[in-house]
């Protein structure tokens, strides 16, 4: 498990070196940051070519992309064009997005993976036809569309809880755009769970323990549940990433100053620094995640054994 742990994270580092290349290549491939900067008016050239001359402007991008590199193992992500340090933007956004997040993946795994073993276990009932028609419906909509419509109905019209979020970021705030960011995920948990129930409901091992006499729960739970799982482990995975990623709608509509709010304005601004530091982090999250997805696969299946 040792060295396999070692190879992974060795294997990382090309991808985690290629990617954030990409990454810096789109972004300073979005225009001219320093006319950006100054917007319908031109700047005075004196004070362009200074903003070039300090932010390395003026060198090729691979020689850009070798000192963003240096300054990263510094845990050094630059500064912005207000002199701002990306850094502390970042100790600023990620903690409100984390809880955002852990708040939508908790309600993506309970009932994404419930509504799921409800399915499987009923395949062609009432229940599970209601959980595939229930599931393509919220997939069909756009999270924009959700956001706004939970929003007035629970937040202005029922006032249930409230509208927006802004720098009160307590649990009740978050769980509404919680719900809206997890609404995808959660019906594609839901529908790949069902798949995973109503195939391995059928295997051999499932009908030996129920020929035992095992109790029902036991077998839904300790056999079934269990090796059906792995695909679902795989999706969520990969999927934490992208609901960290995929905040920037949520967070805008519900005026939540976390990753989303800043890579957003970033983009706008065409600020860089800002882009490229925050989806550097996001990058490694998302290795962060692989990893740990291929380490719980042994967990749930002890025929899985890494070398």
């Known amino acids: 498990m040792g060295r396999y742990v070692i190879r992974r994270l060795l294997q990382m580092i090309p991808v985690f070196i290629g990617t954030t290349f990409l990454i810096f290549v789109m972004v300073h491939a979005l225009g001219d940051p320093v006319a950006a900067l100054f917007g319908d008016r031109a700047p005075d050239p004196a004070v362009a070519a200074q903003i070039r001359e300090q932010y390395n402007l003026n060198d090729p991008l691979w020689l850009q992309y070798l000192k963003y590199m240096g300054r990263l193992f510094r845990w050094d992500f630059g500064t912005t064009f207000s002199g701002q340090s990306v850094t502390s933007l970042l100790a600023t956004a990620f903690p409100t997005t984390l809880r ?19 399915s499987g276990l009923r395949r062609g009932a009432a229940a599970d036809n209601g959980v595939l028609a229930l599931t393509l419906v919220v997939i069909s909509i756009p999270t924009f569309v959700t956001g706004y419509v939970l929003q007035y109905l629970v937040g202005v019209e029922w006032g249930v809880v409230p509208a927006t979020v802004g720098d009160q970021v307590t649990l009740d705030r978050l769980i509404l755009p919680g719900i809206v960011l997890a609404s995808v995920s959660l019906a594609y948990v839901a529908r790949l769970t069902r798949t995973t129930v109503a195939e391995n409901a059928r295997a ?104």
């Not at 976390?258 to 290795?287: E, K, P």
């Open 100 to 118: 955002l997040t852990a708040v939508a993946f908790t309600i993506e795994v309970v009932i994404g993976i419930s509504l799921g073993v409800l």
């Open 204 to 307: 051999d091992y499932v009908r030996t323990a129920v020929a035992k006499g095992l109790p029902r729960g036991r077998v839904v739970v300790n056999h079934l549940l269990r090796n059906s799982l792995i695909p679902v482990v795989t999706f969520l995975g990969t999927d934490l990433g992208a609901l960290m990623g995929g905040a920037l709608v949520t967070e805008r509509i519900f005026n939540i100053h976390g990753v989303g709010y800043y890579l957003y304005q970033g983009i706008v601004r065409q600020n860089t620094g800002t882009v490229v530091g925050f989806v550097t982090i996001l990058v490694i999250i998302y290795l962060a995640a692989n990893l740990l997805v291929d380490l719980l696969y042994a967990v749930l299946d002890p025929r899985i054994r890494y070398a």
